[in-house]
């Protein structure tokens, strides 16, 4: 592949450009959205007192060719970073100033989590971006419906679904360059293929699908003549539902995920070197799940039930004994979530449910052997949530969930949810008060560095803020205002003396943010979407988190395809690193940075074959996601949809 390759892209991209003068003949039907993040069963958008953002299929199709880390970053309160850095590089998530082990991320309603991990957390490039048809973001303390974790918000996201007709599919293809803003190799680096088999016969359905992507050109560390890292990923999903009558039906659901990658070491100063040609990463992951649901006169009944395991190897070179070590990491995790929605009335109903979880690891490398008959707990959490909604515009969604944890006793986690719709104003305000808890992981306790003494983190957050409609729903506003506390934050304290090495709890932290959305319904064919989000982080958790970020969106439809154009602004952040030349942690500024992207769909021929495209970093603007890593410059993606 040579200059071929973006001479293509920029011929494919003009000829969009052209069409785009045609008529759309397309209609737009404007229905009620509908969410299931705050009740877990789908209620109307208007009745939520959430701001919750919804990213719809469509959203994705327009988006195509970018990842999920990055779709999610152009969301008003979320930061992930690592997003535009190398694609092994792990991200991390930021959610209203949160940490990793502070959002909670479902998949079709089963919680996903690696149980060896330092925090709980789930690692998001374990998910291909092409098996999602929707994801929901609900921010605030969430625990009630969603348990440990859900602290600053849930990600909650729903893979495809199978076809009415007996069989459908679709095969794709793209082939995108990897360059830095210092570099300029016309090369196709960053390959993605995949299919999807799907559709319904009689009361069966079935989805089959298997995606992978490869990426190398690009070095993960920042520096000259470092080699290149590569990043692989696959993908296999298998659904199969059966309906067995108008009430009755069940999903099964299995899925491999699979990552392959090396990795540099820990920037340590600049005058050290970085780059590492030995350090390489496999992880493997596999999800069973089993999804019964019941429909009766006045309820729903459904039991969500999932298992999983991951395992992580390691390879590492040890540069205080020249030798290369080796890491082993495997987590398991069973979930059980079984939930009744009861309807008294049409202005009132209830969700009562009673959430399983348990969670084990080993870790097994030349200094540590923690074994999953120690590394384990659980925890029985039953909960309950009312939702009223009035004929007047009053609603009210109040709950609580009492976590009964093997190793740490009881907590009580509660929300508080009202929201007013005026009757004469296409106006809605809404405040809650919502509260959350969040387990020490298996490693902060038995790890390395682990300490049996530790607490579970508690969080509160207060919420104000409203949504509002201007020209016949052609404008949407909203806003809202938030302060969270935490206590007995979780920290890693280091002694620069004595080296010694443990986490630890770190008293009471506080932040506060304000975050708005404004979405433009120009005419049938242009959409455009803008937010901004203020976040302000005590001085000691202030890392990685800009106090200000802006991202604007504009999507024209025409006849054939779309064209898309967004633009992100991230203020500067403060980073911090050892610095092991003079033995000691240092604190770096980083310089905020500004990107535009574009995106094109194109259908070749009617409901058989689509183009489509992006260019990202189109000014090819210099930066750093993290002190000593690389970030993406301008880059070229180009790709092909085959549906049959």
């Not at 069966?204 to 995606?211: E, K, M």
């Not at 540069?319 to 398991?332: C, E, K, P, V």
């Amino acid at each position: 592949m040579n200059k071929k390759f973006i001479g293509i892209s920029l011929c494919a991209l003009a000829t969009a450009f052209a069409y785009a003068q045609e008529s759309d003949t397309l209609k737009v039907n404007n229905l009620k959205e509908m969410v299931v993040s705050d009740t877990k069963f789908a209620q109307s958008r208007e009745k939520s007192g959430k701001i919750i953002e919804v990213i719809t299929a469509q959203d994705l199709e327009q988006k195509k060719g970018q990842n999920l880390a990055n779709v999610l970053s152009q969301i008003a309160g979320v930061e992930i970073n690592g997003n535009q850095s190398f694609a092994g590089k792990n991200l991390g998530y930021y959610i209203r100033g949160g940490r990793n082990r502070q959002t909670a991320i479902y998949i079709d309603g089963v919680p996903v989590t690696d149980a060896s991990g330092i925090n709980l957390e789930y690692d998001l490039r374990l998910i291909s971006i092409d098996q999602i048809e929707k994801i929901e973001v609900m921010k605030g303390a969430s625990s009630t419906l969603y348990g440990s974790g859900a602290a600053t918000g849930v990600i909650n996201i729903t893979l495809k679904k199978s076809a009415k007709s007996a069989f459908t599919g679709s095969a794709y293809t793209i082939l995108g360059t990897q360059n830095t803003a210092t570099t300029s190799k016309t090369s196709a680096q960053d390959l993605s293929q995949g299919f999807i088999l799907n559709g319904t016969v009689d009361k069966v359905s079935y989805l089959t699908s298997l995606n992978s992507n490869n990426t190398n050109g690009m070095s993960e560390a920042a520096g000259d003549n470092f080699e290149e890292d590569y990043f692989s990923r696959v993908n296999v999903l298998q659904k199969i539902g059966i309906k067995a009558n108008e009430n009755l039906s069940f999903e099964i659901f299995g899925n491999y995920d699979r990552i392959k990658n090396t990795f540099d070491n820990s920037f340590d100063g600049i005058i050290a070197n970085s780059d590492d040609v030995n350090n390489t990463s496999l992880s493997e992951q596999y999800r069973i799940g089993f999804l019964p649901k019941y429909c009766y006169r006045n309820g729903e009944f459904a039991i969500n039930v999932g298992a999983s395991t991951i395992d992580r190897k390691l390879k590492m070179t040890n540069t205080w004994a020249n030798t290369i070590d080796a890491y082993n990491y495997s987590g398991r995790t069973i979930s059980m979530d079984a939930f009744n929605k009861y309807t008294f009335t049409n202005y009132l109903f209830i969700v009562v449910g009673t959430q399983y979880q348990y969670f084990d690891m080993t870790q097994k490398d030349a200094f540590t052997d923690v074994s999953k008959k120690g590394a384990k707990f659980n925890l029985m959490d039953p909960y309950a949530t009312v939702v009223y909604n009035s004929a007047f515009g009053l609603n009210l969604n109040i709950g609580a969930r009492f976590n009964i944890h093997s190793e740490y006793g009881n907590q009580v986690v509660y929300n508080f949810n009202p929201s007013y719709s005026f009757a004469n104003t296409p106006l809605k305000v809404m405040a809650s008060y919502s509260t959350a808890f969040i387990t020490p992981s298996l490693y902060q306790l038995y790890g390395p560095y682990g300490n049996l003494a530790l607490t579970p983190e508690k969080n509160a957050t207060a919420e104000i803020g409203f949504e509002t409609q201007f020209l016949d729903k052609q404008i949407r506003i909203n806003a809202v205002g938030f302060y969270r506390g935490e206590e007995n934050t979780f920290g890693f304290f280091f002694d620069e003396e004595t080296f010694e090495s443990y986490y630890i709890n770190n008293g009471f932290n506080t932040n506060k943010g304000i975050e708005t959305t404004v979405r433009y319904q120009l005419s049938k064919k242009i959409n455009c979407v803008g937010n901004y989000t203020f976040t302000q982080v005590e001085k000691s958790l202030n890392r990685l988190i800009p106090k200000h970020k802006v991202n604007l969106e504009a999507n024209y439809k025409f006849k054939k395809g779309t064209l898309g154009w967004q633009y992100q602004f991230v203020d500067q952040r403060k980073d911090a690193y050892y610095d092991a030349i003079v033995w000691t942690t240092q604190v770096k500024n980083l310089s905020a940075y500004q990107l535009m992207n574009t995106t094109f769909t194109f259908e070749l021929l009617p409901k058989r074959l689509n183009i489509f495209g992006a260019i990202s970093n189109v000014l090819n603007e210099s930066f750093q996601e993290v002190t000593g890593y690389n970030s993406r410059g301008r880059n070229y993606k180009l790709g092909l949809n085959f549906l049959f």
